[in-house]
């Protein structure tokens, strides 16, 4: 057992997944990877279904455990821009893993992702 930030984890993986764990932080982490810097408006119109509460609280628990980082571009209007840190970026082959499966997922199952959705706005 592992003890960190007085949390018991199994195992190295399961530290990980801690961090990155649920459908909105690797979908965020993955965004920033493939365009390296967004908005907070450009995350939301690039993530269809999630709230603005969800994605406010992802991007506070990835920026807290050091995986994001933001550049605060205006105070009036409010205006910031996420990234990645270094830490995020050591997870870069994960993000090719991920989005390499699913390209060839779709494409065995007659989906063209390109064609049929518009992705990364």
Request: net charge neutral.
């Amino acid at each position: 057992m592992i003890t960190l930030h007085n949390k018991v984890y199994t195992c190295p993986v399961d530290v990980t997944l801690s961090f990155i764990g649920g459908k909105w932080k690797i979908l965020i982490l993955s965004h920033l990877h493939w365009v390296e810097k967004r908005s907070y408006a450009d995350l939301r119109n690039n993530l269809p279904g999630i709230s603005e509460k969800m994605l406010s609280q992802q991007l506070k628990e990835l920026e807290a455990h050091q995986l994001i980082g933001k550049e605060v571009l205006s105070l009036k209007p409010y205006r910031v821009e996420y990234f990645l840190t270094e830490e995020a970026k050591e997870l870069e082959p994960l993000y090719e893993l991920l989005s390499s499966f699913g390209v060839k997922y779709l494409k065995k199952h007659g989906i063209d992702y390109i064609k049929d959705q518009e992705l990364f706005k």
